[in-house]
């Protein structure tokens, strides 16, 4: 994210939670993701990843948007979190202010 959507995004984590972007950095990955997806929120842009079971297992789709599954499914991933990230990833492309 550049520009104003990053502008836009480190006003809001320093006005919910007082926290400067070089400290959002040193965040555990899982509480950046969480920041992430609070933000998209915030703006009317829903991100989450669904666990799919199948035979060989668990994985995860990242989602965008959820009411538009057949549009925004992304790859398979081995982990939530990665597959989190990819939707942030997404979602990031769609920020526009």
């Known amino acids: 994210m550049k520009g104003k959507a990053l502008e836009k995004?480190?006003?809001y984590v320093y006005s919910k939670y007082e926290i400067?972007?070089?400290q959002f950095l040193e965040l555990p990955l899982v509480c950046q993701q969480?920041?992430?997806?609070?933000?998209?929120e915030s703006v009317g842009i829903y991100v989450y990843s669904e666990p799919v079971f199948h035979y060989g297992g668990i994985s995860y789709f990242g989602f965008v948007d959820g009411?538009?599954?057949?549009?925004?499914?992304?790859?398979?991933?081995k982990t939530r979190p990665e597959a989190l990230s990819k939707a942030i990833?997404?979602?990031?492309?769609?920020?526009?202010?």
Do not use: M, N, P, R
């Not at 990833?89 to 202010?97: D, T």
């Open 89 to 97: 990833e997404k979602a990031i492309l769609k920020v526009q202010f």
């Open 67 to 77: 009411f538009e599954f057949s549009k925004i499914k992304t790859d398979f991933f």
């Open 34 to 40: 969480a920041l992430w997806v609070e933000f998209f």
């Open 20 to 22: 400067g972007y070089y």
């Open 9 to 11: 995004f480190q006003e």
